[in-house]
């Protein structure tokens, strides 16, 4: 097991928990890789039909955990050996999402900032308790988009929306995204682990041969576009992870919370 991660199977769905709450749930390098390999193992595991991700704690997840790149030199490993890891790793973790066959559904219980909302985009069903906000300041942290969010966001909520969340860095409440498109239903706090529940057990009643045929027809036409755009978004966020405007903001942040 990974720490920060904890799964489990039952009846069919498989649950990813982000288990770091002291932390916000902020994702590691060691939990992007774990959860891309869950995902890959997962697409052709015939005993899972449909994977859930939810949040441990008040929050869905606080994104990229904003020490990793700090941490990493601590340890004596190059700027450019930590970037191009970096940048591979999150390629790797996108794609897993783009190519994974089955049902995916994100159980938001409650904020989510970054990459756990710009891969929302990429989800088949999206649960969020009415506790939960949306928030991908990317600009404010020198850094572009990730998550296939440059090409999901505008399709969902159109482009200056998109442009407002991507860009302006607003961020939504569950009831604005639930109208932006960006969240399927919005539940209260209190009936939110019955509805997670609920919604499960429905879903695995239903056929899951039929329902990989019928994500994979939906889905072709997008699948190159999301690739490409994948291999877009990490090139550049590269380049920017060592970019003045990026190195100032993220030491803003670390230097604020010490
Ligand atoms: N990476 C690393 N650590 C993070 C983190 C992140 N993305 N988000 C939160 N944490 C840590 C904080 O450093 C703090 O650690 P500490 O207790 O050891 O000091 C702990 O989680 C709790 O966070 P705190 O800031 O005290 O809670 P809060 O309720 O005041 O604010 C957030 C929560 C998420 C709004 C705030 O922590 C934040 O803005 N985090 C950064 C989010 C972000 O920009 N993510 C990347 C997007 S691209």
Known sequence: PTAGLETSVNGGVMQICLSRPEKKNAVTFDMY???TSMLNKAATDPNIKIVAITGKGDYFSSGNDLTTFTKQMETGVPMQDI?????NVLY???SAFISFPKTLVALVNGP????????LGLY???LAAETATFHT???????????CSSATFPKIMGPLRANEMLLFNR???????NDWGLVTRVVSKTD???ECKRLLNEMAQLPPETLVFSKEIMRARDRELLYSVNKMECDRLAERWTSPECIRAITNFLQRVK
């Open 112 to 119: 989510s900032v970054g990459i756990t909302v710009t891969t």
């Open 92 to 94: 790797q973790f996108v």
């Open 171 to 177: 961020r939504l409440t569950a009831r604005e995204a």
């Open 192 to 194: 939110f682990a019955g």
């Open 83 to 87: 970037v191009k890891t970096a940048r």
């Open 137 to 147: 300041p990317f600009v404010t942290l020198g850094q572009t988009p990730e998550g």
């Open 124 to 126: 088949d069903f999206v």
């Open 33 to 35: 890789q774990s959860w």
